[in-house]
């Protein structure tokens, strides 16, 4: 019997680890709740874990299995289970972050101390760190060739799920007292309950959102992506975070959609869909190569960047009340849903650095408490992108104005009014030129919404100039 580790692979079908383990006799899932994962966890997150691991949980248990659970080190925990359960290999899917590989890497010591085999396999992303690289064999710092090659490489097809027969049902087993099969609540955790309205989290939520995405917006996504509300994106990113579904499924629910595409459009949006897929595994290649990019500029500036510390600005940015509606209309969707759509994460992300000139750390660590979705390689991508500290980034003095890009993607104002009750009566037109009504117009119109915490066009210049400053200039 082997003894399967979940971790973030939450779900029994397109599981690598999983699936080998299972194909060598019997396998007994297991997760952990570690303490040193979880003191990096949040109130949206924790649940949805939970709800995740309830699903998996049940799926195991339909198939006459269970999935057991503990709390603890993983590296004390796994070793007594094998030992006492006399497994023949702990096995486990790889996870390509900084934190992640050093407690593999002491998990590992721990089983070799108990003469336990352990075995890791590839399966978040489909094409492993150092498997795409420069013809000289280096990461890519840019994405552009990256994207090319990764669209190219063929791709591996979904795992076999493993039948009853290959699953370990725990109770036949003596475990030590540590482990149950009982899921704690999120309170047991140490969290409070989410205030958010979180989507659902299992592998048959997941598989729904591909094939309803698959079915119809992929088609449009190259035209609709970046208009908020349409609500044309997938909405798998929780999904793909927690792996409630494989990234093989997914990748081959797009191939099936570009089996069906009708015209060259169709066809090219689904092929911009795939990259966003590049992009998310881009990020996971750069933060393998560079775990210091979590906290530290990918990019250096000669003189450094003088961000500002400004409590009050930074509390406006969060609470969504910065006076500029399409700023403020993301940061209330991530308040009450956990989620954010990407435009206008990078309309907020270019707001809070180079409008409000506050370092993107605290964007970050914010978006991390905050989305269900936080991912640590997408979500540092996408700020130091923002930033203009990133791989790819924005250059420094190309500066979103939140206006206009509140008037482009969302001409209407139904995703800003979706967020933003106080704008209910307000016309889409007084709303995209918020900044230049007077005091008195604004009181008139929204007296609940506040006047803009900045002028934006001084605020650019400012930026432009902090940045120059930062290169030497
Ligand atoms: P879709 O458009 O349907 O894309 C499909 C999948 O591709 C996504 O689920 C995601 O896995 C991947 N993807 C899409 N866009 C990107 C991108 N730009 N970079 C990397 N992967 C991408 N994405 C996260 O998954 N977690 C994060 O923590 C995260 N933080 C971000 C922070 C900032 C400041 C920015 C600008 C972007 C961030 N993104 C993050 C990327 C992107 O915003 C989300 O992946 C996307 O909005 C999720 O919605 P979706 O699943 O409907 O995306």
Redesign the pocket.
């Known amino acids: 019997m082997k003894i399967h580790w979940h971790r973030r692979d939450l779900r029994p079908t397109d599981n690598c680890g999983l699936t080998e383990a299972a194909g060598s006799g019997s396998v007994l899932p297991v997760f952990v709740f570690d303490k040193a994962v979880l003191q990096h966890g949040s109130p949206p997150r924790v649940a949805y874990m939970l709800d995740a691991l309830d699903s998996l949980r049940e799926s195991y248990r339909d198939k006459g299995s269970d999935l057991l659970l503990a709390r603890g080190d993983p590296r004390t925990v796994l070793s007594r289970l094998a030992e006492t359960t006399d497994a023949e290999a702990v096995v486990w899917n790889k996870d390509y972050s900084g934190l992640a590989r050093e407690r593999d890497t002491e998990v590992r010591q721990a089983l070799d101390e108990v003469d336990v085999a352990r075995e890791s396999y590839h399966d978040a992303i489909c094409h492993e760190p150092g498997s795409i690289t420069t013809n000289d064999g280096d990461p890519y710092s840019v994405f552009t060739y990256f994207g090319r090659k990764w669209l190219d490489r063929e791709k591996e097809t979904p795992y076999e799920t493993p039948d009853a027969d290959d699953l370990a049902d725990p109770a036949s087993h003596s475990v030590p007292d540590r482990w149950s099969t009982s899921l704690p609540t999120v309170g047991d955790l140490g969290f409070d309950e989410p205030d958010a309205d979180l989507q659902s989290a299992s592998t048959d939520a997941a598989r729904d959102r591909l094939d309803e995405f698959c079915a119809g917006d992929i088609y449009r996504y190259d035209e609709r992506?970046d208009y908020p509300a349409d609500d044309a994106?997938?909405?798998?990113?929780a999904d793909?975070?927690w792996g409630t579904i494989g990234i093989r499924t997914v990748y081959a629910a797009t191939a099936d959609a570009m089996e069906r595409a009708d015209s060259d459009a169709e066809a090219e949006s689904v092929e911009e869909?795939q990259s966003?897929?590049a992009?998310?595994e881009f990020?996971s290649h750069v933060l393998f190569f560079n775990p210091e990019v979590v906290s530290e500029n990918y990019k250096e500036y000669e003189n450094g960047i003088e961000w500002r510390d400004d409590p009050e600005h930074l509390a406006a940015w969060k609470a969504g009340e910065t006076g500029y509606p399409i700023v403020d209309a993301g940061m209330r969707q991530l308040l009450d849903e956990g989620y954010m759509?990407?435009r206008v994460?990078?309309i907020v992300?270019s707001f809070l650095t180079k409008d409000l000139l506050i370092d993107w750390r605290e964007?970050y660590d914010w978006?991390r408490e905050r989305?269900v979705?936080?991912?640590t390689a997408?979500?540092n991508?996408?700020?130091q992108?923002?930033a203009s500290t990133g791989t790819d980034s924005q250059p420094y003095f190309r500066i979103f104005n939140p206006m206009t890009q509140g008037e482009r993607y969302d001409p209407d104002a139904t995703y800003i009014k979706r967020y933003i009750p106080e704008l209910e009566a307000v016309e889409a037109e007084q709303i995209h030129t918020w900044h230049e009504l007077s005091a008195t117009q604004r009181r008139r119109l929204a007296p609940e919404y506040p006047d803009p915490i900045v002028e934006h066009s001084q605020r650019r210049e400012a930026a432009i100039e902090m940045f120059e400053t930062a290169r030497g200039e």
Not at 233 to 237: H, Q
């Open positions: 992506r994106t997938s909405r798998l990113s793909l975070k869909f966003q897929l992009w998310r990020y759509h990407n994460r990078m992300a964007g978006f989305l979705d936080h991912e997408n979500d991508g996408g700020w992108w923002a």
